[in-house]
């Protein structure tokens, strides 16, 4: 497994953006594929993204598309989601998770993912 601790979080308004980071500890980063997710209050954990282990293939939720993006820094044992244009409904805790070994794709599903981050708040005001 890896480690893994988001950054990033924090209060912007509306239309503002955010770039959240997710360092990760142990060999295995740079073969895994990496998602992001969001969790609101009272709601389900939802799949906000995902990016392959070496960075060439990105995955979007149709609510973000457009607007989030999401890198790769191997070498930093780092990914990135960068938000721009942000909303209201925005709001969440985010959360960054390493994809299991030996699967290749991002995919939408909490359970295809081994380790999680501990989670950053993002609060959009109107």
């Known amino acids: 497994q890896v480690q893994l601790v988001e950054s990033g979080g924090g209060l912007v308004q509306a239309g503002g953006s955010l770039r959240l980071s997710c360092a990760a500890s142990?060999?295995?980063?740079?073969?895994?594929?990496m998602g992001w997710f969001r969790q609101a209050p009272g709601k389900y954990r939802a799949f906000v993204g995902g990016?392959?282990?070496?960075?060439?293939?990105?995955y979007y939720a149709d609510s973000v598309k457009g607007r989030f993006t999401i890198s790769r820094d191997n070498a930093k044992n780092t990914v990135y989601l960068q938000m721009n244009s942000l909303k209201p409904e925005d709001t969440a805790v985010y959360y960054c998770?390493?994809?299991?070994?030996?699967?290749?794709?991002?995919?939408?599903?909490?359970?295809?993912?081994?380790?999680w981050g501990q989670g950053t708040q993002v609060t959009v005001s109107s």
């Open positions: 998770a390493a994809g299991r070994t030996g699967r290749y794709y991002p995919t939408p599903t909490p359970s295809d993912y081994d380790s």
């Open positions: 990016i392959t282990s070496n960075g060439g293939t990105t």
């Open positions: 142990g060999r295995t980063f740079s073969s895994r594929y």
